[in-house]
């Protein structure tokens, strides 16, 4: 499975993402990820800067599940894939740390990444697209605008 422009594209939009990952003794936990982006054909990678659950619950079980939305547009993605923490030893470490310090501006450190190959895609569509089909993209900019006040 690769990422599609429509994807990246909901990448560069999202101010943040949404990880679950699961314990070995399946107890969730969902964490906000502030700096990520896309990798190569079918990675998502994200900085770990504080999260020590999150890279507990991988080394244990490498199911994951990232969402994100334009929170405007109210559109995006649920991906379900495989995760695996890199680390500085790792060949690709130096690749994926200058995407992300590029985020960063080098003042949020981190010393592992997390990285995501996809399995599964899926849109997310707010309600109000599906009950009132003629919404438009402009229409619900407008709405979400006045509900959150900017």
Known sequence: ???????KDAIDKSVLCWLATVSDANVPNVSPKEIFNYFG?????MANIASPQTVRNISQNEN???SFV??????????????????KHDADYLEMEKVLIEMTGGDF????????????????IAPKYILYPETTEDQ??????????F
């Not at 499975?1 to 994807?7: A, F, P, R, Y």
């Not at 010393?111 to 997310?124: G, Q, R």
């Open 64 to 66: 994951v599940c990232i």
């Open 41 to 45: 054909k079918d990675r998502i990678i």
């Open 70 to 87: 334009d929170i405007l547009v109210q559109k995006g993605f649920q991906i379900k894939g495989k995760a695996r923490i890199i680390t």
């Open 109 to 124: 450190p981190f010393s592992t990444i997390t990285e995501i190959t996809l399995n599964h895609v899926k849109p997310i």
């Open 1 to 7: 499975m690769e990422l599609t422009q429509e994807i």
């Open 140 to 149: 619900q900019i407008e709405s979400a605008r006045k509900a959150y006040g």
